[in-house]
Nanobody, 126 residues
C-alpha cells in the first residue's frame, strides 16, 4: 500500500502562484508514476499533470501547459505542482495519485491510479 498526503493549497488572487505538495509513504518502491487531478464543484475529476517516479518524464493537460510544472524529489518521497498565472477556473480540489509498476503509462486516465490522497483546496479569486 501507498499513502498520499497533500498540502499547500490555499486562496490566491488571479495571476498568483501556489505550490501544493504530496508526500508518499509506505511501499514507495512500487510507484511507477504520480499525477495530479482536480475536481471543481459539479464537474468531473480531470487530469492535470503527471511525472514518472524515476525517469522524470512529465505530461500535462493542455489547459495548464506553460503555467504548471510538476516535479518530484525522490529523497523526500514528494511530488510538487508549481502553479503560476493562476486563473479563477483553476479553482478546485486538487488530488494527488499514484500508479504502481503493474500499470502502464496512461497518465490521463483516472483508473490507471491505484492510490489517492484526500485532496487540497485551491481557490483563485478574480
Amino acid at each position: 500500500q501507498v499513502q498520499l498526503v497533500e498540502s499547500g493549497g490555499g486562496l490566491v488572487q488571479a495571476g498568483g502562484s501556489l505550490r501544493p505538495s504530496c508526500v508518499a509513504s509506505g511501499r514507495t518502491f512500487s510507484i511507477y508514476y504520480m499525477g495530479w487531478f482536480r475536481q471543481a464543484p459539479g464537474k468531473e475529476r480531470e487530469f492535470v499533470a503527471a511525472v514518472t517516479w524515476s525517469g522524470g518524464i512529465t505530461d500535462y493537460a493542455d489547459s495548464v501547459k506553460g503555467r504548471f510544472t510538476i516535479s518530484r524529489d525522490n529523497a523526500k518521497n514528494t511530488v510538487y505542482l508549481q502553479m503560476n498565472s493562476l486563473r479563477p477556473e483553476d479553482t478546485a480540489v486538487y488530488y494527488c495519485a499514484a500508479a504502481s509498476k503493474l500499470r502502464s503509462w496512461s497518465s490521463h486516465i483516472r483508473s490507471s491510479y491505484e492510490y489517492w490522497g484526500q485532496g487540497t483546496q485551491v481557490t483563485v479569486s478574480s
